[in-house]
């Protein structure tokens, strides 16, 4: 962490990429870890497009189950520090495949949702959007939801599998080209196109750190690599910076 604090002091621009492993705690589990949301189930069928329109209350009752865990976690250590790095200058903003909207919570105010954010449902049909706590209430009490409007199917603005990233992937990149750090925190680098961010920046852009409790794809690529849990190196870092 000392010389991760003495990179970020000197950076001119720097990014966080964050992904499932910074939530775990605040009580959210992540996807391929041990007890993670993957571990029994096959994401294909409670998690896609297909999923979605196939078989739409398999679907829902699945969302309504991880909603209901993303609703009551607060932000951890993690999300703080992020956030209090930014309001100091030190960090640009926060690049995050995460649905948790823990970021934006913990005061972070330059957040690029890679996949969406759970608190918002919309439209297929119209667009409109709706909260998505009420569109979860509206499918216990009446079945799959339906617009009123247009009578489209209402989903999370999440992304699924098999659908395309939103226009948030394409203004990160864009920031990355533009930086000299990336924090790569809590993510495991398996999920593309957003992992593929990574040795891009490397190839055309400047230092790479990795802080993740397992091995990623891209570790030999990295500057520096701490294969540990979260919350102890961001006290640390919190700490060096004085934050």
Same mark, same amino acid.
């Given at each position: ?13 720097? !990014? $966080? /990429?964050?992904?499932?492993g910074i939530?775990? #705690?605040?009580g959210?589990p992540?996807?391929?870890g ?5 571990e ?6 409670v998690?896609?497009?297909? $999923?979605l ?11 309504? #189950? ?7 976690a607060?932000p951890n250590v993690?999300?703080v520090? /992020? ?5 100091s ?10 649905? #948790?909207n823990?970021?934006?919570? $913990? @005061?972070s105010?330059r957040v690029?949702q890679?996949h ?6 919309r439209c297929e ?5 709706? %909260?998505?706590?009420?569109?979860l209430r509206?499918?216990?009490d009446?079945?799959v939801?339906?617009? @009123?409007?247009?009578g489209? /199917? ?7 599998f098999?659908?395309?990233? %939103?226009?948030a992937f394409?203004? $990160?990149?864009?920031? +990355?080209a ?6 790569? +925190? @809590?993510?495991s680098?398996?999920?593309y196109?957003?992992a593929?961010?990574v ?6 852009? @400047?230092?790479v750190v990795?802080?993740?409790n397992? %091995?990623?794809? !891209?570790?030999?690529?990295a500057? +520096? ?15 060096r910076?004085d934050?």
């Open positions: 962490m000392n010389r991760v604090s003495n990179w970020i002091v000197k950076s001119d621009s720097s !990014y $966080a /990429l964050t992904g499932a939530s775990t #705690d605040s959210i992540d996807f391929r041990s007890g993670g949301l993957w029994d189930r096959d994401p294909m069928e998690a896609s497009r297909h $999923a329109h196939d078989h739409p209350e398999r679907f829902f009752e699945f969302w309504i #189950d991880r909603f209901s865990k993303l609703e009551d607060p993690t999300h520090v /992020l956030a209090e790095l930014e309001e200058g030190l960090l640009s903003g926060v690049i995050t495949q995460n649905i #948790d823990l970021h934006i919570e $913990a @005061g105010r690029f890679l969406g954010n759970f608190k918002v449902s049909g119209c667009g409109r959007e709706l %909260p998505t706590d009420r569109v509206r499918f216990k009446e079945g939801p339906r617009c @009123g409007e247009c489209g /199917l209402i989903r999370p603005d999440v992304v699924l098999n659908e395309q990233l %939103p226009e394409t203004e $990160a990149e864009e920031k +990355l533009r930086s000299d750090l990336l924090l790569v +925190l @809590g993510t680098l398996e999920v196109p957003v593929s961010l040795p891009h920046f490397k190839r055309t852009s @400047g230092r990795i802080v993740n397992q %091995p990623t794809p !891209y570790d030999d690529l500057d +520096l690599v701490h294969h540990g849990d979260l919350a102890p190196a961001m006290e640390a870092l919190k700490s910076l934050l």
